[in-house]
């Protein structure tokens, strides 16, 4: 079975940019979870999509959005890049949506913003 | 605040004694716990987890145990073996979430010397 899929892999943007990442859960899985992992701030939640609809979001600005397509895959939106948006972004997928389903992570989208 | 804490940035140990990484953690809400393994340039894999219900829990080399009334979960790995080498996040989810978002653990490094 192949595992989470994100592209790109490696992103280079200017400020005031906006980007568009993508991630391809595992076959039949139908939660995506989106996470920055940043050296500061460490891995923190950005947001879940299950069914095609935002089931949680963390505390980020609203520079930050996603979707999900009706065959489970995602995509993240970051509008009017900053320098600090340069992290390390993870989708992880999981059979359904609850806290006894593992996540399974891609291999994520290093993003530098210059 | 940070929830989830991983008060070792990193841990040396010898090929074949015990490895311990542990996890100190503030929400009481939180009731599923997750140990996750992360090699450079690859997402986190999942380990071992752990439901608030149990104070332990056993897969092969990895032993998880949970003490709530000191809201401390630690990772037990015996023997250790080189290729266990990588950074270990601990995460925790709450039911009242209704979802899949973890909050992580900053991470801590080990170090298996042959």
């Known amino acids: 079975k192949a595992g989470v899929t994100q592209t790109p892999r490696y992103l280079i943007k200017t400020r005031g940019q906006q980007v568009t990442l993508s991630c391809s859960p595992i076959?039949?899985?139908?939660?995506v979870s989106w996470y920055q992992q940043t050296p500061g701030q460490g891995l923190q939640f950005l947001f879940e999509?299950?069914?095609?609809?935002?089931?949680n979001k963390g505390n980020f600005p609203g520079r930050f959005s996603g979707r999900q397509f009706s065959n489970s895959r995602s995509e993240m939106n970051v509008s009017t890049l900053e320098l600090g948006d340069s992290a390390l972004y993870l989708c992880a997928s999981s059979q359904t949506s609850g806290t006894s389903y593992e996540q399974y992570f891609g291999p994520g989208t290093r993003l530098t913003v210059t | 605040d940070q929830q989830v804490k991983q008060n070792s940035p990193s841990l040396s140990v010898q090929e074949g004694r015990i490895s311990i990484l542990n996890c100190d953690y503030t929400n009481s809400m939180f009731d599923y716990f997750l140990w996750y393994k992360k090699y450079p340039a690859e997402g986190p894999t999942f380990l071992i987890s752990?439901?608030?219900?149990?104070d332990k829990n056993e897969d092969g080399r990895f032993t998880v145990f949970l003490n709530k009334s000191a809201k401390h979960l630690s990772l037990h790995i015996v023997p250790s073996q080189p290729g266990d080498s990588a950074v270990y996040f601990c995460?925790?989810?709450?039911?009242?979430?209704?979802?899949?978002?973890?909050?992580f653990g900053g991470g801590t490094r080990l170090m298996v010397k042959p």
């Open positions: 076959s039949g899985h139908r939660s």
């Open positions: 995460a925790a989810s709450a039911l009242y979430n209704a979802g899949n978002m973890l909050t």
């Open positions: 999509y299950f069914s095609e609809t935002q089931r």
């Open positions: 752990i439901s608030s219900i149990k």
